[in-house]
């Protein structure tokens, strides 16, 4: 099959442009090369729809922030059924010598177009975030700002997209691009060859290599990496908004972070690495979490940890690249898509439809696009009279798998219909193995019910994608 428009890679920019796309008549194919969407570097971040504020009033990430936070607000959330919370963000300072920083973002951050920002003083933080220490003295309060699962973000972009008519190919890693002389490209991934007219290079960590294949190595990408630290649910009313300090040259600094889920979470540090696989936590990015996260709320402890993990940024240079390559006519490179790029995917994927038509593909609208799609349920967002309603249509909402989580035997078969394929595919649309025990109690029920749904041994399951079996059959 020839496509209009290949893919390649399955993260959140991947995953909106093939549901923009999807609302015109093209043939589209989105290649991963993982066994699953949003295994890159959309699954380890912070989860925060940003406003646009700490970003250059010129720069490209800020204004497609400021829109992307638009569009999620007023279009995407509630189209795609997504656990958003508007919960809004404070930028602290410890001395009120730095208020006019605060005055400079709230400018920058006015002229990008975002509303509603106040400095706000010491009185109005003890009325509204009673936990923040003693060295706080004033903020600026981002009424905007939000936090979504940015995993499940992608899956709901990613099954609407395929609903519309993308086509999805998983474990289809992009190892070689031929230009054909006359146009369009044909492309290698898991040893078979796709032909397309227009390559959309949305590959994160590896967007500078799969650029260099068709012919345009422009660009390099640097991991900048960002260790991130879970605490236990019952910190959860730590804090009622995201709190940032004033950033530094590199980053938005250390945060307390509210997520869809109820864990807080504290950091990420912002350290540039060679390495693009290196995902370690350390013990100095765990002192330097704890320390600036303790600034802001001293009642944060070691002991409410539960988990960390660490996320690389791709970064190349300040701005994202988002542009047609002339070195390879047909190539549209989606790069550097370092922070905001969760909260900027909606935005970017509007402006790589318009790159794709100002350089020759029609756009002409389906006649029916399903902008819809319904929530799923998750028992841990829905009140006990609910609960009781969901058990009486079907008994497997009151068969509770996960007990950390409050996730249902109904729910993860749920997951599995819509796509999970590996055991974190199924944490991360559902949460089960998410909590304390991390899967002590559940993962062998989870890989029962895979075996059901799937009807594949469960020494063919595997954590996320081939490599990571968790049984070995001793008799092969
Ligand atoms: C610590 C941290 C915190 C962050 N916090 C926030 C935040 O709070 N808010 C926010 O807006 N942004 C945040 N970001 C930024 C955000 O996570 C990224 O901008 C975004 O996830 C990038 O998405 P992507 O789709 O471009 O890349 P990815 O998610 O990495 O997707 C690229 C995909 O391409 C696939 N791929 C790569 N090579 C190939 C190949 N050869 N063939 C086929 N497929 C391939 C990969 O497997 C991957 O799935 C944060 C980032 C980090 C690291």
Known sequence: MVSDVIIIGAGISGAAIARELSRYKLKVLLLEKEAEPAFGVSKSN????????????????????????????????????LDFVQCGQLIVVFDLADLPELEKIKKEGEELGVKGLEIVDRAWLDKNEPNLGPEVKAALYVPSAGIISPYRFVYALVENA????????????????????????????????????????????????ISALAGAPTFKIVPRKGEEYLLDKKREHIANHIIFPLPSKTSKGVLIIKTSDGNPM?????????????????????????AGARRMIPSISAGD??????????????????????????????????????????????????ILKAHGLKLDLKEEFHRLRPRPVHLFQV????????????????????????????????????????LDGVKFRTRAQSGRCHGGFCTTRIMKIMREELGFPVTAITKR???????KDERQ
């Not at 406003?51 to 607000?73: D, F, H, M, Y």
């Not at 969901?390 to 249902?408: F, H, M, Q, T, W």
Request: charged share 20%.
């Open 46 to 81: 912070s989860g925060i729809i940003h406003a646009g504020t700490q970003n250059p009033p010129s720069s490209l990430k800020g204004w497609l922030c400021v829109e992307g936070n638009r569009l999620i607000c007023t279009q995407i959330a509630s189209d795609l059924g």
């Open 162 to 209: 395929v609903k519309n008519g993308v086509r999805l190919l998983t474990s289809r890693r992009v190892t070689a691009i031929r230009r054909k002389e006359t146009n369009g490209f044909e492309v290698v991934a898991g040893g078979e060859v796709f032909r397309a007219r227009f390559i959309v290079n949305a590959a994160g960590l590896f967007a500078d290599e």
């Open 266 to 290: 504290i950091g990420p540090t912002a350290h540039d690495t060679l390495d693009k696989t290196d995902l370690s936590t350390t013990d100095e990015g765990l002192a330097e979490v704890l």
């Open 305 to 354: 940890i539960i988990a960390y993990f660490s996320g690389l940024r791709p970064v190349a240079g300040k701005d994202f690249i988002i542009r047609h390559e002339a070195a390879a006519p047909g190539l549209v490179n989606v790069a550097g898509i370092q922070s905001p790029g969760l909260t900027s995917a909606p935005a970017i994927a509007v402006m790589v439809a318009d």
């Open 383 to 422: 009140s006990p009279e609910e609960t009781r309603q969901l058990i009486a249509k079907n008994p497997a909402y009151g068969d509770i798998v996960c007990r950390c989580e409050l996730v249902s035997a109904a729910e993860i078969r749920d997951a599995i219909k819509h796509g999970a394929r590996t």
């Open 465 to 471: 994608g081939p490599g990571s079996e968790l049984i």
